[in-house]
């Protein structure tokens, strides 16, 4: 069992690392099954054992930028010393780097197979260690979940908490801001195939689209 473990976690590298150097060398427009089996050294039968479709393999490949925003807010967190400084640094700093890979975090965050995102994520994660934040300087619980609607609740309930503000809308603030998010990373995705996506502007509106939510939720 132990060896099969072992198998299945070297497979499961050769073929995430093919699929990230594809899309570091041609976009991940460029990503088939075909290339990334052969980048592995494998066949598409054997890619198969582990992946259930291109999709599949893409999430994999595309994990690389969450743990660029991981740490880099790890880093930005220390500086924070009140929850609503903490909520919108995570905020800005998430708009700077997914508007910036916007169709990495689309299909992380919004595609066929985001519905298992915390199990693929646990099991990256177990791959790639080295791209997790060091335990002692996470001095927020960020990867708590990896779902985003879960991963934004605990922030904004502290928020809410801090400024004496109720939380029966808790939830449903949570939601606009994220169906917020979700549709400037559209916007985002339009926009890249014209090489024209603007971040400061589009993280600028995200913060206007939070500070407006909040205060209607007085």
């Known amino acids: 069992m132990a060896y099969m473990e072992l198998k299945k976690k070297r497979m499961l590298t050769y073929f995430i ?3 990230q150097d594809i899309m570091t060398a041609e976009g991940m427009q460029g990503i088939t099954l075909r290339k990334v089996a ?3 050294g494998y066949n598409n039968a054997t890619l198969y054992n582990y992946f259930d479709d291109l999709d599949h393999v893409v999430l994999y490949a595309c994990l690389k930028y969450l743990s660029l925003y991981n740490n880099s807010v790890a880093k930005e ?7 609503k400084e903490r909520f919108y640094v995570m905020w800005q700093i998430f ?4 508007f910036a890979h916007p169709d990495a975090f689309h299909q992380i965050f919004f595609n066929k197979h985001s519905s298992s995102l ?7 994660y177990q791959l790639f260690p080295e791209e997790l934040p060091p335990v002692g300087d996470v001095l927020y619980p960020i990867l708590s979940d990896y779902q985003l609607g879960n991963r934004n609740l605990l922030p904004l309930r502290e928020l809410l908490v801090e400024e004496g503000r109720p939380l029966d809308e808790l939830e449903t603030i949570s939601e606009l801001i994220i169906s917020a998010y979700h549709q ?3 916007c985002c995705l ?3 195939s014209k090489d024209s996506v603007n971040i400061p502007e589009y993280t600028a509106k995200m913060n206007h689209y939070i500070s407006y939510i909040l205060s209607r939720s007085c």
Not at 95 to 98: A, F, N, P, V
Not at 118 to 124: L, P, Q, S, V
Request: aromatic share 4%.
């Open 95 to 98: 708009c700077q780097i997914s």
């Open 17 to 19: 690392k093919s699929a």
């Open 184 to 186: 400037l990373l559209h």
């Open 118 to 124: 915390t199990a693929i994520c646990d099991e990256y």
């Open 38 to 40: 052969d980048g592995a």
């Open 77 to 83: 967190l220390k500086k924070c010393h009140t929850a």
């Open 190 to 192: 339009l926009e890249e």
